[in-house]
């Protein structure tokens, strides 16, 4: 797939997605989350509160983010399934604070407080939302 492609479908408002998290057991987790962008063709950013999707990336640092964008039906809907691996959990700094501050615009201090780090992921694979049979 088109990474370039991915990142502008990835980036609009429209857009909803969807990471799933494993912790070392093997427990599953699968959580909407608006705030993740992303920064360039390998890389996806985005804020975490203290919830069961961070403490599972603590655990295991791989994941997975399904990016949907609707259409008039089904078959007209847009995505992309990307695989990722945690970089790095920033706790305080520039990037954490943008992401806070955006959040206060949008849904205020109380959701923009329960903020506790930015992640940075690496995207290591990119796959069609759903892939033709073989």
Same mark, same amino acid.
């Given at each position: 797939?088109?990474?370039?492609? /991915?990142?502008?479908?990835?980036?609009?408002?429209?857009?909803?997605?969807?990471?799933?998290?494993?912790?070392?057991?093997?427990?599953?987790?699968?959580? /909407?989350?608006?705030?993740?962008?992303?920064?360039?063709?390998?890389?996806?950013?985005?804020?975490?509160?203290?919830?069961?999707?961070?403490? =599972?990336?603590?655990?295991?640092?791989?994941?997975?983010?399904?990016?949907?964008?609707?259409?008039?039906?089904?078959?007209?809907?847009?995505?992309?399934?990307? =695989?990722?691996?945690?970089?790095?959990?920033?706790? =305080?700094?520039? /990037?954490?604070?943008?992401?806070?501050?955006?959040?206060?615009?949008?849904?205020?201090?109380?959701?923009?407080?329960?903020?506790?780090?930015?992640?940075?992921?690496?995207?290591?694979? /990119?796959?069609?939302?759903?892939?033709?049979?073989?």
């Amino acid at each position: 797939m088109d990474r370039k492609s /991915v990142m502008e479908m990835f980036n609009k408002k429209t857009r909803i997605g969807a990471l799933a998290t494993s912790n070392k057991n093997g427990d599953v987790n699968s959580a /909407v989350f608006g705030s993740p962008r992303m920064i360039d063709e390998d890389t996806i950013i985005m804020a975490i509160g203290d919830n069961r999707s961070f403490q =599972y990336l603590q655990e295991n640092p791989k994941a997975s983010f399904i990016v949907l964008e609707p259409g008039g039906s089904p078959a007209e809907w847009k995505g992309a399934r990307l =695989y990722l691996e945690v970089e790095t959990f920033e706790r =305080y700094g520039e /990037v954490l604070d943008s992401f806070r501050e955006a959040i206060r615009k949008m849904a205020g201090d109380k959701s923009a407080n329960a903020i506790v780090a930015a992640i940075r992921f690496k995207i290591t694979d /990119v796959r069609p939302l759903i892939a033709p049979l073989s």
